[in-house]
Every structure is written in structure tokens, then in C-alpha cells.
Nanobody, 114 residues
């Protein structure tokens, strides 16, 4: 079964914005911390933003002040608002739990041109 479906990626110029969405069809969603991960070309997957069940957020330094993670527990959705995009943000973006990850989705490609 499909548990994680990411969408909203695309090609943007540096300085542009995108809003990513992730639909989660898993029963524990509302009580677990969720994160957005990304994997750039030739790089390992990294966790860039997290949000707890209560809405507390944290970010890796490279995206602080530019990315905003949010969630809608009723709709089982997670969002990532990205502004001031840079070429180094180019990656496939995934959502998943912070602990006890489940089957990874297809991700959504974000490409930032200089």
C-alpha cells in the first residue's frame, strides 16, 4: 500500500518559492514527529526540517529562515514552504517519520536554476 505521497516540486529560479505537500496514510501520524528529507545529486539523504505532534519545529542550519514546515493532523498532511531557494537546494524531497521511518515514497523533485 502507498503510505507517503509527496507533491509540489518543480523547476524554479534562484530566489523563487515552492510549497511541498505530503499525504500520509498511516494510523500513527497524529502522534509522531514528521520530517522533510532531501537527497541531492551524489549526496546522502539528509533531514532538513522536523515537526512534532504538538507543532514544535526544527531546521537544519542551511534552511533556517527560508523553509517552514507545518502539518494538518486532521487531513494527515505535512507541508514544506520554501522561499529564497538556492541552487544547492536542488534535490528530491521526501517526507517520513523522524523515528521509525516507514516505506519511503517516490519523493518530489525540486530543481533550482541559477
Amino acid at each position: 500500500q502507498v503510505l507517503l505521497v509527496e507533491s509540489g516540486g518543480g523547476l524554479v529560479q534562484a530566489g523563487g518559492s515552492l510549497r511541498l505537500s505530503c499525504a500520509v496514510s498511516e494510523r500513527l501520524f497524529s502522534i509522531k514527529s514528521v520530517g522533510w528529507y532531501r537527497q541531492g545529486p551524489g549526496k546522502q539523504r539528509e533531514l532538513v526540517a522536523t515537526i512534532t505532534s504538538g507543532g514544535s519545529t526544527d531546521y537544519v542550519d542551511s534552511v533556517k529562515g527560508r523553509f517552514t514546515i507545518s502539518r494538518d493532523n486532521a487531513k494527515k498532511m505535512v507541508f514544506l514552504e520554501m522561499k529564497g531557494l538556492k541552487p544547492e537546494d536542488t534535490a528530491v524531497y521526501y517526507c517520513n517519520y523522524v523515528r521509525g521511518t516507514i516505506l519511503w515514497g517516490q519523493g518530489t523533485q525540486v530543481t533550482v536554476s541559477s
